[in-house]
């Protein structure tokens, strides 16, 4: 998967406009699983996932320090698109590729039998590992965390919101996330780790 080049030698769409440098972190002995979108320009860069302030965020829902986050027997971080997208007309990062998860998903995730809690963060990931729910608005599937963890248990899943900047405002408007699950969410990781 390091190795993958399909997104710039044979797309689905355009090529890649940059070298691709595939991002992730796995292990057979994961147990908590962070289902991401793609990695960020900062993440590209530096060829760790979460390596920006969205990363701070995460690593403080989750409660865990950078050396639990990023201890791949511990957590597998996979985004749906393994390489930094680009950027839209708009200074914002375009959607994950859809190559890596039509040639890797099925099988990577077939090869990590340990984990128990994935954490899904987006639409793309719901639309992965929760596809009945891809088209409820956000704030709905987020807000039923502990009905859709109870239900897909005991390999649960839990919905995030992505820990960016743009979704201060989500944020503000909806404090039952950081009051609620934030705290059940910590309290899932500890028991998992």
């Known amino acids: 998967m390091r190795a993958c080049r399909i997104c710039r030698d044979a797309p689905s769409g355009a090529p890649l406009a940059h070298e691709?440098?595939?991002?992730?972190?796995?292990?057979?002995?994961?147990?908590?699983?962070?289902?991401?979108?793609?990695?960020?320009?900062?993440?590209?860069?530096?060829?760790?996932?979460?390596?920006?302030?969205s990363g701070?965020?995460?690593r403080s829902w989750l409660g865990?320090?950078?050396?639990?986050?990023?201890?791949?027997?511990?957590?597998?971080?996979?985004?749906?698109?393994?390489?930094?997208?680009?950027?839209?007309?708009?200074?914002?990062?375009?959607?994950?590729?859809?190559e890596c998860a039509a040639t890797w998903h099925d099988r990577l995730f077939a090869a990590?039998?340990?984990i128990e809690l994935f954490l899904c963060i987006g639409r793309h990931s719901i639309a992965y590992h929760l596809p009945e729910l891809k088209r409820l608005p956000m704030t709905e599937i987020v807000r039923d965390w502990r009905a859709?963890?109870?239900?897909?248990?005991?390999?649960?899943?839990?919905?995030?919101?992505?820990?960016?900047?743009?979704?201060?405002?989500?944020?503000?408007?909806?404090?039952?996330?950081?009051?609620?699950?934030v705290p059940d969410l910590r309290r899932r990781v500890r028991v998992v780790l």
Not at 160 to 178: G, I, M, T
């Open 112 to 114: 990590l039998p340990s």
């Open 148 to 181: 859709i963890a109870e239900r897909t248990a005991p390999r649960s899943r839990i919905v995030l919101p992505h820990p960016s900047w743009r979704n201060n405002a989500w944020l503000k408007r909806n404090p039952w996330f950081e009051e609620e699950l």
């Open 56 to 58: 701070v965020r995460l």
């Open 64 to 98: 865990v320090d950078e050396t639990i986050f990023y201890d791949a027997a511990k957590i597998a971080i996979v985004p749906m698109g393994f390489c930094f997208p680009g950027y839209d007309k708009n200074g914002g990062d375009l959607p994950p590729r859809k």
């Open 20 to 53: 691709p440098r595939p991002i992730f972190q796995l292990s057979g002995t994961a147990r908590v699983a962070i289902c991401s979108q793609a990695p960020g320009n900062r993440a590209h860069i530096a060829g760790l996932p979460f390596f920006d302030p």
